[in-house]
């Protein structure tokens, strides 16, 4: 029976030589290290670096603004010497000119084209103009009628005056009345002889008949009748002239009373002075009304011409604004600021630019200051001064607008071109062979600035968008909300507006934005 504690291995012989079993462990060595150790090591190294590129990444941030600091630069230079430049455009110098239609209604044709040049008083544009010209013939037909009307009153008031100056009417019923008086008072001196004749008549009457009677049938019958008449008409007459005399007297009374009273009329002119008055009344009546068609046939005439859009002096055309067939406001009061302009229009004598200018070249500007500019559309250098800065400053592009007024502006430039403007040093009470000299000084908002114990601090944001806190050193006092800072910052760094309490130095930050209420 075998013995199990036997290794029967040992028997075995080893036919290999050393050098081949070495190389053997190695070729398995190597295998090992190719599939394994050097795709592992690789592999390893990728993630360190992975991990390592986005370790800061993936650390919790906290989200922040900032505001850069505000820098003011002043300069010694010569006259003339360039400081900086700035983009912007041309405009009308002040503004462009808007040109209305100045009385509602529908445009029947444009007359003018964008550019053109036109002189004060040309026609711009026209408008339906019928209905103006119905009214001023309307107008001229009242101002007819007022004439006439004005004429009749004319005529009264002559008419009154001459009877209130020479009342020959009252002088013709004067004198019918005293002609009546003096016939009256005539007849009545002459009634007692007409009574002596009539009663003597009566007994020549009588008597006839009394012989005629005695007669007997010697007379004839119709002779005695008409001696009879005879008698009667004789006796008839004497009574009538008997009792003439009361009706004469009081004929003659009234008739004195006319006369007095006529002549107190002529005195008086009472009714005369009254016509008159009245007369001038309708005159200036009359002239009011014609006046007052006057005014109505001027204002028709004026809407007339208002139909003709006129250029309010010599300059060109920027733009059209209205196009035939739209209908225009006019000056009434319901009227917004487009609704009766039908052009703008420029002067081209007078353009400006604005300069879109760094704020930290601001403090170089001065009014006056010459400036040079340049535009594509002229091959020569245009000459400028400065006006005035604006107060429309932009945030986004850090700059605030400057208004530059073009000296002698060619032609070929027209609102709206962009150009560039060099501003140059203005003349300066320093020596013009002073070499330039430029000093910055660094302006923060004062209620960024706290204290601790190493001083004055503000909190930045570093390249690796990491807090710091930078200490301070405090310059000038200014007023308003900037401060000035002397020393421990520069212009490019970023200052935290928002809650700093939860930040520590080194910490990181995520920057969501600029405030835009900081200094302003």
Request: proline share 5%; aromatic share 2%; net charge negative.
């Amino acid at each position: 029976m075998a013995n199990p504690e036997i290794d029967l291995s040992r028997l075995a012989l080893d036919r290999s030589t050393p050098d081949e079993s070495v190389r053997a462990t190695a070729r398995r060595r190597r295998r090992w290290i190719a599939r394994y150790l050097i795709p592992g090591g690789i592999l390893l190294g990728f993630a360190v670096l992975i991990i390592a590129a986005a370790g800061t990444q993936l650390m919790p941030r906290q989200a922040v603004q900032v505001v850069p600091v505000i820098v003011q630069r002043s300069a010694v230079q010569q006259a003339g010497t360039p400081l900086f430049q700035a983009a912007g455009w041309i405009e009308p110098r002040p503004t462009s000119i808007n040109v209305p239609a100045l009385a509602p209604g529908v445009i029947e044709e444009l007359l003018v084209v964008e550019g053109q040049a036109v002189k004060r008083g040309e026609p711009i544009a026209r408008l339906i103009s019928i209905d103006a010209e119905i009214a001023v013939k309307e107008a001229e037909a009242a101002i007819a009628t007022a004439q006439g009307e004005l004429d009749r009153a004319l005529a009264e008031q002559r008419a009154a005056s001459t009877r209130l100056e020479r009342p020959v009417h009252l002088q013709i019923q004067l004198a019918e009345a005293k002609s009546a008086l003096a016939r009256a008072e005539t007849e009545l001196a002459n009634l007692p002889f007409q009574i002596e004749s009539a009663e003597a008549d009566l007994k020549f009457a009588r008597q006839s008949l009394s012989a005629k009677r005695e007669a007997g049938d010697a007379i004839r019958e119709v002779l005695l009748r008409k001696a009879e008449s005879d008698l009667a008409v004789a006796d008839a007459k004497l009574r009538e002239l008997k009792t003439r005399g009361p009706g004469l007297q009081r004929e003659i009374d009234a008739l004195r009373d006319k006369v007095t009273a006529t002549e107190s009329q002529m005195e008086l002119l009472v009714e005369e002075t009254r016509q008159l008055a009245e007369a001038e009344a309708g005159v200036r009546s009359a002239r009011a009304l014609y006046s007052a068609a006057q005014l109505q046939l001027q204002k028709a005439e004026l809407v007339l011409e208002r139909n003709t859009i006129r250029a309010p002096g010599d300059g060109r055309i920027l733009r059209l604004v209205a196009s035939p067939g739209m209908r225009v406001m006019g000056m009434s009061a319901n009227a917004g600021h487009s609704s009766g302009t039908v052009v703008e229009m420029y002067d081209p004598q007078r353009l400006q630019i604005r300069a879109d200018v760094r704020l930290e070249d601001v403090p170089l500007i001065q009014p006056g200051q010459p400036v040079e500019i340049e535009t594509a559309s002229s091959g020569k250098t245009i000459q400028g001064r400065v006006l005035q800065p604006t107060s429309t400053a932009n945030i986004q592009k850090n700059t605030l607008e400057v208004k530059v007024e073009l000296l002698d502006p060619p032609n070929t430039v027209s609102p709206e071109m962009l150009v560039t403007a060099t501003f140059l040093a203005p003349q300066s009470t320093a020596t013009d062979e002073v070499e330039e000299t430029l000093s910055e000084r660094i302006f923060v908002p004062r209620q960024l600035i706290q204290f601790d114990a190493s001083g004055n601090v503000v909190w930045i944001v570093d390249a690796d968008s990491r807090a710091r806190k930078a200490t301070v050193s405090l310059g000038r006092a200014t007023s308003g909300e900037l401060v000035e800072v002397a020393s421990g910052l520069v212009v490019t760094d970023k200052m935290i507006t928002s809650d700093t309490g939860n930040l520590r130095d080194g910490s990181l930050v995520d920057v969501t934005g600029e405030d835009r209420s900081m200094g302003r």
